[in-house]
Structure formats: C-alpha cells, structure tokens
C-alpha cells in the first residue's frame, strides 16, 4: 500500500484528504509544519508527497527545492498544492522539479485523481533502450554509456515522448498539452527550462553528444546517435 505525506497547515482540509486517500487504499501521515519534513523524510518513507506551498516554518517552494538538491532525501514524487496560479512555472518549470501540482480551491476527489496519475506514471513500463540510451520507468532513471541519472516526472515524461519517436519534431504547444496537468497556465519557458535542465543530466553523463535537439521555430527533438 503505497504512503502518501500531507505537508498541510489547515488540520481540517488534511484530515479530509488523508481520509479521502484512505478511502482509495492510500496511506497517509500529515505534517503541518514545513520545517518538519526534512528531519521526518530522513527517518521515514513515503511514497508521494503532497505539499502545500505556505507553510509555517519553511515554505513549500524551499521544501522541494531542498529535496530536489540535497542527494541524501528520497527523490520521490511531490505534487505541489497552490492559491496562486501565477507560481506554477515556478513550481513545474524553473529550478525546483515538482512533478504536478493542484490549485486550490480543488476537491479531495482531484488530488486523488493526480495522486494515482502521478504514481502510475511511476509504475509502468519498466525500461526500454535504443542507441545506447536505456530508459527505466520504475525508477524514472536515465542510463548511457553506463552511467546514470535520475529524471522528476515531468523530466522523464518530458523524454520519454521524444525518445519514443526517434527524428520527430514536438512543438512546445503539443509538449504542454502531453506532458502537464493543466497546459493552460504554463507557458514555453516552461517547456524550455525542463529541457534546459534535462539537457544538463544528460550532458553529465555523455558530454561528448547531444541528444536532444532544439529545432528553430519549430520545437525538440530526440536524435538517435
């Protein structure tokens, strides 16, 4: 039964989603304070975390961003919970790697709904290779030439549709409209910026070559090697 940690500082809406998870055969603990959950992800597990973005003690952004960074917390899943529709590129797209996010005000029923979409996501096809590059879905890893890198869901989904039809051109719009929950309020510096980043992991591990292609005017594409 996969575990499920609410970073959440309104007890009331918490218990109702941590009820609601129960009812779908979730798990769940719920923190209520942001800077709790470091020192509780060091000595517990969880599976998905949903996490609020103001939080007493440390906000959500800096929570994610810290996880994102530091190679001693568990790189699991984390939808972000937002009031303010104008942080989501923040939140999806610039340097701090959430896998989705939910605006308030939302139903228990949807972030059940992303819950089981981005843990699904997770579970499916285990690996695929191609020109000597190897994707693992279970893992969401990356693998050339021997050496290995971790992707966020949005990463990996990102590469994922570009590997899957090797010379295709993707626009950012179809990008956008695949990949994320709610293209309408993220923009192309968005889709840019997880490229961007995406590039990096895989320069890291094949400097020498690159693999994903931007095409002017046009979008990105994945170029077998």
Known sequence: MSKILIVEDEPDLAQLIGDYLQAA??????????????????????????????????????????????????????????????????????ELGADDYVCKPCSPREIVARVKAVLRRMQSTPQVQRGGVELNEDSQQVTIKGQTAELTTIEFCLFKLLYDEPGKIFSRQFIMDNIYSDYRVVSDRTVDSHVKKLRKKLQDLSPDTEII????????KYELH
């Open 213 to 220: 292609h931007s095409v002017y005017g046009a979008g990105y």
């Open 25 to 94: 055969d979730y798990q769940s603990h719920i923190i209520t304070r942001g800077d709790e959950v470091e020192p509780w992800l060091r000595n517990n597990s969880a599976d998905l975390i949903l996490l609020d973005l103001m939080l007493p003690g440390k906000s959500g952004l800096d929570i994610c961003k810290d996880i994102r960074s530091h190679s001693e917390l568990p790189q699991i899943p984390i939808i972000m919970v937002t009031a303010k529709v104008e942080e989501i590129d923040r939140l999806l797209g610039l």
